[in-house]
């Protein structure tokens, strides 16, 4: 095989892959437009407490199953859901909120 081929070839490979590596515009326009509304809204902040969510935001819908707490490296994550948005939490303290989406599911 000739080197032209060869550069030929992956060439041709490199741009047959290049969708499925590259976010596509549309995708990356969504998500500043969902860290638009995150920043919009009235959501926990990173270091309350569980009880201080609670306080403030009410009895979450549904609280999901702990993930992690295995070893100190992976400590247990809680996930509160409320109507529009989530709560992620390490040990008992905020690490984040988002907002749900329609296709989104904490599961």
Do not use: C
């Not at 992956?10 to 995150?38: D, G, M, N, W, Y």
């Amino acid at each position: 095989m000739t080197r032209l081929t060869r550069s030929l070839l992956f060439a041709a490979l490199l741009v047959a892959i290049a969708p499925l590596a590259l976010p596509s515009s549309a995708h990356a326009e969504s998500l500043r437009t969902k860290v638009r509304q995150e920043q919009g809204m009235n959501l926990p902040q990173r270091g309350m407490t569980m009880a201080q969510v609670e306080r403030q935001y009410g009895t979450p819908v549904r609280k999901l199953q702990t993930r992690g707490g295995d070893s100190p490296k992976h400590p247990p994550i809680n996930r509160w859901e409320y109507a529009n948005y989530i709560v992620y939490f390490e040990r008992n303290h905020v690490i984040h909120s988002v907002i749900t989406t329609p296709d989104s599911n904490p599961h």
